[in-house]
């Protein structure tokens, strides 16, 4: 088995779903700046915005919380698109020949 693959700075991490202010602790790897403190004990703090207790699959519930208007900003995006210029179809159709029964005999009869 190979040595040193895995990283050996886990610690105990409190993340906190900024959605609901729900907090758990959980051991990371994580890197974060800020800190919280925890029934007396400060954690290092890393900041979700969902978790499993807002996120609608867990809950059930059908609303989603779009805290960087990412939802917003792809509908006015796309708001036009329906409504921009149709592509123009080809008006001049291409000439069909229509096969006679005499046509049919002649080049049957070239052969």
Same mark, same amino acid.
Request: glycine share 0%; hydrophobic share 45%.
């Given at each position: 088995m190979k040595s040193n693959t895995h990283p050996e700075n886990y610690r105990l991490v409190a993340f906190k779903d900024m959605s609901n202010n729900d907090v !758990?602790? &959980?051991k990371s790897t994580v890197d974060t700046k800020e800190t919280t403190k925890i029934d007396g004990v400060e954690y290092p703090l890393f900041k979700l915005e969902i978790s499993r207790t807002s996120h609608p699959y867990y809950t059930g519930k059908s609303k989603l919380v779009d805290t960087a208007g990412r939802v917003d900003k !792809?509908? &006015?995006k796309y708001a036009n698109f329906n409504q921009?210029?149709?592509v123009e179809e080809a008006t001049a159709e291409a000439p069909v020949e229509e096969a006679n029964s005499d046509s049919l005999e002649e080049e049957s009869d070239s052969k």
């Open positions: !758990f602790i &959980t !792809f509908r &006015t921009s210029a149709p």
